[in-house]
């Protein structure tokens, strides 16, 4: 039995004040420690107010990038070290909007995955078709291609998973568009068993996030899939009381509900 995770990205978005804000009204929602693991993904500024909030408790928060590099001339980069040293446990790696905007690579995902890796932070990384690719029917080919590149970094069999998978279709970024649950469950499925071939152990043990438009009115049905282990929110993760129904529905599902 996979755990369930929400994880809220907040973008580009927020100041010290609404981070404090959302932070404490997560904690007084009461969800945490009873799981599903919730993770917060501020930006870099707001990390330290969020570790300020959260610390010593069980909400967990996580950088949106890092580079590859440990330290050095490397203007507006910040490593794997510095966010652990902000108390973070996870690093968003290869997000969409970071591989289109910033044009990183399947290359630039993996080396990020291995010092994400190396700096004790589990990745948890971001795949999914755009629209184009969607249209033209090259889903699979496109998850494959991304999974296998970051395939190398993967844990072995009987050692618990090293990182995390989110499902992302980028039609669905932002959009309000959501895959039904049927269709991404079945691109989950996809997914996990392309992490099978190369370790069944693994495969059953990966969470597999779905990401794209999440909202209070869907996650239940979303979540319910039996490959898909909670979600990656955006917009849904800015409002504390949209988030907290997020997090409440991950929890109906684990309790059966
Ligand atoms: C995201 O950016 O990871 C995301 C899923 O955004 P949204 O929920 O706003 O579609």
């Known amino acids: ?135 033209e029917g090259r889903t699979q080919e496109v998850l494959r291609r991304q999974v296998e590149a970051i395939l190398p970094a993967l844990g072995s069999a009987g050692q618990q998973a090293n990182l995390i998978l989110a499902y992302e279709p980028v039609w669905a970024i932002g959009t309000g568009k959501t895959a039904s649950p049927a269709q991404a469950q079945e691109v989950h499925a996809f997914v996990r068993s392309l992490i099978a071939a190369k370790s069944p152990d693994i495969a059953r043990k990966i969470l597999i996030l779905y990401g794209g438009s999440v909202k209070a009115s869907n996650a239940k049905a979303l979540f319910a899939e039996p490959d898909i282990d909670g979600g990656l929110v955006g917009g849904a993760s800015l409002q504390a009381a949209e988030f907290i129904q997020i997090c409440q529905a991950a929890h109906a599902v684990i309790r059966g509900l």
């Open 1 to 135: 039995m996979r755990a369930i995770m929400v994880a809220g990205n907040w973008k580009m978005n927020g100041l010290n004040a609404d981070a404090e804000h959302l932070t404490q009204a997560i904690i007084d929602a009461g969800l945490v420690p009873a799981s599903p693991e919730v993770v917060l993904f501020p930006p870099f500024t707001l990390l330290t107010t969020v570790q300020q909030v959260a610390k010593g408790g069980s909400l967990r928060w996580g950088g949106q990038n890092l580079f590859w590099e440990a330290h050095g001339a490397y203007t507006g980069e910040i490593s794997g070290a510095m966010l652990r040293d902000t108390g973070c446990r996870y690093v968003l790696v290869g997000h969409s909007e970071r591989r289109q905007i910033f044009q990183e690579s399947d290359e630039i995902v993996l080396r990020k995955v291995k010092a994400a890796l190396h700096s004790g932070l589990v990745p948890m990384v971001c795949i999914g078709e755009t629209e184009q690719e969607y249209l």
